[in-house]
């Protein structure tokens, strides 16, 4: 029994070691990539090539992001279903696969973590002599597998929301700059995305879509409301609500713009002067667990030493 356990103990160490070693390549390589994507897009910025303008999503590309097929899940907010949309068209995957092509990796997903689940843990003595409470793990990973998909849909939508919002204020300005110059609200938000798409691509790509949409659909309020519902941005929706009611009712749109532009940075300063704030609170906790034990062992450390001299001599 005992050569069996260290076998099984050897084995789930090699296991553990190769999984560490593979995990360490893979962010290895991720971070690389993404210190070359920085770099050329630093590079990009300092030197921009002449004569080549910035290209922008062909008619397909950009019809084929908005559309959102009927009968996705339920659960699924209009964020996440565009963000699906988003994922499948790098993959070059039509719209209309959209539900079976979210299916079958969530099925993927289930088949996988409950396999390696079932395996893995099978080599623990504690559990794997127990075949109930193996099935039972097993079964747990699998259901987590089920609603993996759809976490990482959530997070990636949450995660590009944020970013595309922080620019926001940059991207009025511009907007405010080009109807001063006298371009028309398509025309200016066409070209604040390319002004935009090196500094903040996610909301570049979303001024796009919501140039196309101007283009496209018949109401111009429609489109808007379609940037808020990609988004679902408090921010994003109060600029929405104001270019609505400007277009609405004829005033004027820069001095609109402005004002929601002034009230972006300010709110911006507010949140940012909020961090700052939790800051103190946030540093409590590693500095009693890491800086305090130092400080009590450079100050009584000698103290305890000459008493450990004193009464054990």
């Not at 991720?30 to 999503?57: F, N």
């Not at 097929?69 to 068209?89: N, V």
Request: proline share 6%; hydrophobic share 50%; net charge neutral.
């Amino acid at each position: 029994m005992g050569p069996l356990v260290s076998g099984q103990t050897g084995i789930i160490l090699l296991g553990a070691a190769l999984s560490l070693i593979w995990a360490g390549l893979i962010m290895l390589i991720y971070s690389m990539h993404m210190r070359r994507q920085t770099i050329d897009r630093r590079i990009s910025l300092i030197e921009p090539k002449a004569g080549i303008k910035a290209a922008e999503p062909s008619a397909d590309a950009v019809i084929g992001r908005t559309v959102v097929p009927h009968g996705l899940p339920a659960g699924m907010t209009g964020r996440e279903q565009h963000e699906l949309m988003r994922i499948l068209s790098r993959w070059k995957i039509p719209a209309e696969y959209a539900v079976p092509a979210y299916v079958a990796a969530r099925a993927v997903a289930v088949v996988l973590l409950a396999t390696l689940t079932y395996f893995l843990f099978g080599y623990l003595p504690a559990i794997g002599g127990n075949a109930s409470l193996h099935y039972l793990l097993a079964a747990a990973f699998g259901v987590a597998g089920w609603l993996l998909p759809h976490y990482v849909i959530q997070k990636l939508a949450s995660h590009r929301a944020a970013a595309a919002a922080r620019g926001l204020p940059e991207a009025l300005e511009l907007l405010v700059i080009c109807v001063e110059v006298g371009l028309a609200l398509e025309d200016s938000i066409k070209r604040a995305a390319a002004e935009l798409q090196h500094t903040n691509p996610d909301l570049a790509e979303e001024l796009y879509l919501t140039s196309a949409d101007l283009e496209i659909l018949p109401s111009q309020d429609q489109a808007l409301a379609n940037l808020a519902e990609r988004l679902e941005v408090p921010s994003v929706r109060s600029v929405v609500s104001t270019l609505t009611q400007t277009l609405r009712y004829g005033t004027p749109l820069v001095n609109a713009l402005r004002l929601v532009a002034s009230e972006l940075r300010n709110t911006s300063l507010l949140e940012m002067e909020e961090r700052a704030n939790k800051l103190p609170t946030l540093m409590t906790l590693p500095m009693i667990l890491f800086i305090m034990p130092t400080i009590f062992l450079v100050v009584g450390g000698p103290a305890a030493l000459r008493l450990v001299d004193t009464f054990f001599k």
